[in-house]
């Protein structure tokens, strides 16, 4: 283990167990999904054990879920919530509205495919996902986290333009600026 | 047991005393159709609000008949009187789609009337409303017209997931793998 290049430095393995154990999350509450939060939040499945709670605006936030279908309307506005977040900043994508279209598959107004137009750390099927599910998708981006493989807001820099050709294809006529912090 | 529809009968025969060239129709519980013109649907409306007391708008569709290439526009509105619903309806061209508008009698009509311009691509001459209602930026054809090919402008704007492009209904191959029998009345929706 000493001797392995890719091993993470002390430093790193500090940034990382406390990154992975304080998630604060920004539950943008599109589709179905968002009713799923309250009970993951609250008593019987209580994801704060695991050091998931609420953040209040997209400042303040770590992780940002999105739950369910969106449509092209609303992701003009998750793009600009993802921008303001600041680093480190991670996605969850919900169910299979975000994975492939879902039952949405042929609707002319939401998108298919989340990670075309911004990168998601974690997905988790299902349609919808039960707390169950959640919970386990929360313990894999922790364990991505840890691993320090976790690298979607670095993608987003990295490729930005890329992400903005793929958002502009569907967002016609709205501001999109031309860098991201 | 056959339900009498007095009540229903009774209006019909008022508004058919009422208009020429209209054609109303006692067709179930608490509903009566009346089938105008274009031009006559207004003062139906205007009619029944002020003289019958079908004060309270309850909704405004349009149906897209594509084979006959017409439009249909219904109007339902209900009396608490009576408790009895009315359905307006009328057809319209298809290719130059235009009603007149009507959000004077009631305001309601207005965000109606944004919805099945933007829909529906019908237009309300005089009509002062903000363009857009639920789309933004919307430059195809109107989404709720029955020629408007949905997939093919789904094929063009979004992408797929690799690997999911056939749409396979993977229902049949899953049972047979677990060893599971589809129930019967699921087999209807089989597609293999």
């Not at chain 2, 708008?57 to 084979?67: K, P, V």
Request: charged residues 30%; contains cysteine; proline residues 3%.
């Amino acid at each position: 283990m000493y001797n392995d290049k890719n091993a993470q430095t002390i430093v790193e393995y500090i940034q990382n167990f406390t990154r992975k154990n304080s998630l604060f999350m920004l539950a943008y509450g599109t589709g179905c999904g968002a009713i799923e939060l309250p009970a993951t939040l609250t008593s019987r499945y209580d994801a704060e054990r695991l050091g998931v709670r609420g953040a209040a605006t997209p400042r303040q936030a770590d992780l940002l879920l999105i739950t369910g279908y969106l449509s092209t309307k609303t992701l003009k506005r998750v793009i600009r919530v993802y921008e303001q977040m600041q680093d480190p900043k991670y996605v969850i994508g919900f169910g299979s509205c975000t994975i492939n279209g879902g039952m949405y598959w042929d609707s002319y107004n939401t998108i298919k495919l989340l990670d075309k137009y911004i990168p998601v750390d974690v997905y988790i099927n299902g349609c919808m996902p039960r707390p169950e599910s959640v919970i386990a998708g929360f313990k894999e981006l922790q364990s991505l986290i840890a691993a320090g493989k976790a690298d979607g807001a670095a993608k987003y820099k990295e490729n930005l333009e890329w992400y903005r050709e793929n958002q502009k294809k569907v967002l016609k006529n709205w501001p999109l600026v031309e860098y991201n912090w | 047991m056959e339900t009498s529809l007095i009540k229903e009968e009774l209006l019909a025969q008022q508004l058919q005393n009422a208009f020429e060239n209209i054609v109303t129709e006692a067709v179930r519980k608490d509903t009566v159709f009346a089938y105008a013109s274009k031009e006559q649907v207004s003062s139906i409306l205007l009619y029944a609000k002020e003289k019958l007391g079908y004060k309270s708008l309850a909704h405004m569709s349009c149906i897209d008949w594509l084979e006959s290439d017409e439009f249909e526009l219904v109007y339902i509105i209900w009396s608490p009187e009576t408790k009895l619903n009315l359905f307006v309806k009328t057809r319209i061209d298809r290719q130059n789609p235009e009603m007149e508008n009507m959000d004077m009698i009631w305001r309601q009509l207005n965000t109606y009337q944004r919805e099945i311009r933007e829909m529906f691509g019908v237009e309300f001459p005089g009509f002062v409303g903000e363009k857009e209602f639920i789309l933004e930026d919307w430059e195809d054809a109107p989404p709720m017209r029955r020629d408007f090919d949905t997939l093919e402008y789904v094929n063009d704007t979004f992408f797929e997931r690799e690997g999911r492009e056939d749409k396979q209904d993977v229902r049949e191959r899953i049972a047979k793998r677990s060893g599971e029998e589809i129930p019967d009345f699921a087999k209807k929706y089989s597609r293999e």
